[in-house]
């Protein structure tokens, strides 16, 4: 599958806007940086540049509503401590992740998230079973 044609899942799946699609480009070529491949005998792309193995804890499913803490510094007294956005990638420091936030209709990195992927697994299953036809 190609890059463009995977981030185009992605993006339909999880019923996000079209003009992020630069942001699960960058997830579809991450994940095959971290793959094994059979031309390296088994190791992944990362493995065979940098000589040391590949940590994957910080894989999440693209796309679940994540709340995003928000320092004392940057709110008010009685302001909400989260803020709601979608994940949308990772960075090059694992357990930071990229997070498009809709009020600001801009894409920023956090560590300090909470991920609902929950809501993002039955999503797809829910309007599966929606579109599906009903038989007598």
């Given at each position: ?27 579809v070529v991450y994940l095959q940086n971290h ?14 540049f940098s000589g040391r193995n590949s940590d994957?804890?910080?894989?999440r499913t693209f796309g679940p509503s994540v ?70």
């Open positions: 599958m190609s890059i463009v044609g995977a981030a185009r899942a992605m993006l339909h799946d999880q019923r996000l806007s079209l003009h992020i699609w630069a942001e699960p480009c960058n997830i793959n094994p491949h059979k031309v390296l005998r088994m190791i992944t792309l990362e493995e065979g994957v804890s910080h894989f709340y995003c803490h928000v320092s004392k510094d940057s709110r008010k007294k009685l302001k909400p401590t989260t803020k709601l956005g979608v994940f949308v990638g990772y960075t090059g420091t694992p357990h930071n992740y990229r997070v498009y936030l809709p009020s600001l209709r801009m894409t920023v990195v956090r560590r300090d998230v909470k991920f609902d992927e929950e809501k993002a697994m039955r999503c797809p299953l829910e309007r599966g079973r929606v579109e599906s036809p009903t038989q007598p």
